[in-house]
């Protein structure tokens, strides 16, 4: 149903009344498609409130937190949809025709429109998500739009310490959803079950061989949870002796043994008060202090060392690991009753090599980076780029990264050939493999060939389409524009008899 408000545009009365006609018309007409094709919509009105949005923009309410359509209806946008400039547009009367969006629903491309009436007043603003899943071609975009935002908040960061701000505003996200590059089936589902677990208040545990991204998406689940404008607190417990752990965790105070500062010492715990707790590398805690972990998670207290008063704290806690926590505990090495506390959300963060599709991407977007950084990478051939889809990636794309670090510094030549790419790859270690060559094609089948002309091209379109969808991960729109038609043409191949009547 479309929201009740004049479409109309401002017609000169000087035009010829079919002009006229045409234009509102084409007003209709164009809200009407955009409605029809788009993602979702959303409309808010002279007072930033939201108004109306349509059917495809509701199923986005639970990742934003909303279990109801009236709950969201009526409130601000800025106070609804997080990083909007839905108002900016109401304020200047100026449209942002694209721009990408990043909030705790996602990643979106969107265009925002002003609406005025016919005194040219701004009375609303009509938002409309154009991409929700932006595909592999857009990667490179959002990349380099994450690295900006990144910088941005580095700068903030910086200006504040300068102007005495503390610690507490360095402890903040680096990493958004954005950052997470990747339009696979498997990352997009590593992200849909980071971005619902970032509205919960349970301990996520994320389970991963090391370099899939983990800190990342512990950064990013912060930067779109509740907690975000608290701190957020890193400790990898591998990096910290056994002895020091205890401190570290819970704190200090003044004088407690030989050696201790004189002002004492604040744990992480407390640091990270109000906001989140990160704790890389779980599986390396030692047992003694997994019972005081446990205790510290359920009473939402610490004692610091030295002292005889409980200390309350309120933070999320965020576990990572790459060892098999299920193993470590039938070893007898990591308690169970602690294992059962962390393990609420559990998240698998799928290695390399089980989201190839995503090499091409990750490798514009970490040679971005290295660009950045002061390092030229140089371009890749189609043929070199098969080659690292084909590897096993052991160490994933901290690996990755590795290797086109090798390359930019090995190879001369501002482009690099499977050959020298073969070089680089068997210096650094690799177990060598090769890419599948294609299949050689069968010999013609003469009774194939007799079948009717009509019945050969449905086949060969059916075939095309099972493989966009495939590389869309089953989006309909991006497979549509993948090949090429329009998303209702897509729709009538997909359900030949229904169209033909057979």
Not at 11 to 23: E, M, N, T, Y
Not at 445 to 474: C, F, H, N, W, Y
């Amino acid at each position: 149903m479309s929201p009740t408000f004049n479409t109309e545009p401002m017609v000169d009365s000087s035009l010829p009344r079919d002009a006229a006609s045409i234009l509102e018309l084409a007003a209709r007409s164009m809200f009407d498609l955009f409605a029809g094709a788009s993602e979702g919509m959303i409309l808010v009105d002279r007072h930033a409130r939201v108004v109306w949005i349509n059917d495809q923009y509701r199923r986005f309410l639970p990742a934003l937190g909303f279990a109801s359509e009236e709950d969201f209806i009526g409130s601000p946008v800025s106070s609804v949809v997080q990083n909007t400039q839905m108002d900016q547009v109401l304020k200047t009367g100026r449209p942002i025709l694209i721009d990408l969006l990043t909030n705790r629903a996602g990643t979106f491309v969107v265009s925002r429109i002003p609406l005025r009436d016919d005194a040219g007043e701004v009375i609303g603003v009509l938002g409309i998500v154009l991409f929700d899943q932006p595909t592999t071609n857009l990667q490179p975009l959002i990349a380099k739009f994450a690295r900006l935002q990144q910088d941005l908040d580095d700068a903030r960061r910086e200006l504040a310490a300068q102007r005495g701000a503390g610690p507490r505003a360095e402890r903040q996200s680096r990493y958004t959803f954005a950052s997470f590059v990747g339009a696979s089936p498997a990352a997009m589902e590593v992200k849909r079950q980071a971005r619902r677990a970032a509205q919960s208040r349970s301990p996520v545990l994320l389970l991963g061989e090391t370099g899939t991204g983990k800190e990342l998406l512990a950064h990013a689940i912060h930067a779109v949870s509740p907690r975000a404008r608290g701190p957020l607190v890193s400790v990898n417990i591998a990096a910290v002796p056994d002895t020091l752990l205890e401190a570290e965790f819970f704190g200090v105070t003044p004088g407690a043994y030989t050696g201790a500062e004189r002002k004492g010492r604040v744990g992480k715990f407390k640091l990270a008060d109000g906001g989140t707790l990160f704790l890389d590398e779980i599986g390396d805690m030692p047992l003694g202090l997994q019972a005081k972990l446990l205790r510290a998670l359920q009473e939402g207290e610490i004692e610091p060392l030295g002292s005889n008063e409980l200390v309350p704290f309120d933070a999320r806690l965020i576990a990572a690991t790459s060892r098999d926590l299920s193993a470590l505990v039938a070893a007898g090495t990591f308690r169970e009753d602690l294992y059962y506390r962390l393990n609420v959300l559990p998240i698998r963060v799928p290695p390399l090599r089980e989201r190839r599709s995503d090499i091409s991407a990750l490798v514009d977007a970490l040679c971005e980076d290295m660009a950045h950084r002061g390092t030229h990478p140089p371009e890749l051939t189609e043929s070199a780029l098969a080659l690292l889809a084909a590897q096993a990636w052991r160490g994933n794309i901290r690996e990755l990264r590795n290797v086109l670090e090798q390359a930019a510094l090995r190879v001369d030549s501002d482009r690099l050939d499977a050959a020298q790419m073969e070089a680089v790859l068997r210096d650094s270690g690799l177990a060598l493999i090769q890419p599948a060559l294609p299949p050689e094609p069968s010999p013609p089948d003469a009774g194939a060939l007799l079948r009717p002309l009509a019945e050969q091209v449905t086949e060969l379109e059916q075939r095309a389409i099972a493989a966009a969808m495939k590389t869309t991960g089953g989006n309909k729109l991006a497979t549509a524009r993948l090949l090429g038609i329009s998303r209702a043409k897509l729709y009538e191949r997909l359900n030949p008899t229904k169209t033909h009547g057979a």
